[in-house]
Structure formats: structure tokens, C-alpha cells
Nanobody, 125 residues
Framework: DVQLQASGGGLVQTGGSLRLSCAASGFNLDDYAIGWLRQAPGKEREGVAC?????????YYADFVKGRFTISIDSAKNTVYLQMNNLRPEDTAIYYC?????????????????WGQGTQVTVSS
């Protein structure tokens, strides 16, 4: 089975940090672009970050997280991470890790095609 299992969410105060992890199973992360989506209550799902496969390594970020979030891959563990610093209440959402085609514009546009179960991130003011 192809699975993406996100973890690491929680409750944190404004300005705090969290690191999300996503373990992939059933496929090799190196063959895909992988990233993170989020969905806040009452809002549409939005792309947060994407890395265009571990061999390419190019990273893309939504403007609202640039300078605060960092995406990385550990190929040996087939795991992708999202380090989130300087968190704000508006970052409160369910975060999902997701995959897409590593070629073309899908990763820069964060146009993901599949995602797993999410992890809740709550930032208190």
C-alpha cells in the first residue's frame, strides 16, 4: 500500500516551533515531488511547501511561510520534514503531506495529486 503518514502536530504558542514528519511507505520519495498542504477551518486547502525530489532538491514555499518554514527530505528514512518556526495563529490548520509529479510546474505551483492523513497544528495567541 502507498501511504503517507504525517505526525508531529500539536499545540504551541505564538512564536513557537514545531517539526512535522511524514513517513512514506510503498513508494520511493526520490521518485516524486513531495510537500505539505494545509487546511484551516472553513478555508480551502492550500499548498505550503514542495521539494522537487531529493535528486533535484529545489524547494518552493508559499509566500506566507517563506523565511519561517523549511522543508527537507531524509532519503535514507524515506521521510519528509517541515520545520515550522515563528508560528502564528493563522498557521492553525490540519497539515497534510502530499506528492505530485516531480517534472514540470506542479511542484512550484504546489499542485499535489495525492495526500495522506493530516496532523493538527494549533497556534495559540
Amino acid at each position: 500500500d502507498v501511504q503517507l503518514q504525517a505526525s508531529g502536530g500539536g499545540l504551541v504558542q505564538t512564536g513557537g516551533s514545531l517539526r512535522l514528519s511524514c513517513a512514506a511507505s510503498g513508494f520511493n520519495l526520490d521518485d516524486y515531488a513531495i510537500g505539505w498542504l494545509r487546511q484551516a477551518p472553513g478555508k480551502e486547502r492550500e499548498g505550503v511547501a514542495c521539494v522537487a525530489g531529493s535528486f533535484d532538491g529545489t524547494t518552493y514555499y508559499a509566500d506566507f511561510v517563506k523565511g519561517r518554514f523549511t522543508i527537507s527530505i531524509d532519503s535514507a528514512k524515506n521521510t519528509v520534514y517541515l520545520q515550522m518556526n515563528n508560528l502564528r495563529p493563522e498557521d492553525t490548520a490540519i497539515y497534510y503531506c502530499a506528492t505530485t509529479n516531480p517534472y514540470g510546474s506542479r511542484c512550484p505551483r504546489m499542485d499535489f495529486t495525492s495526500w495522506g492523513q493530516g496532523t493538527q497544528v494549533t497556534v495559540s495567541s
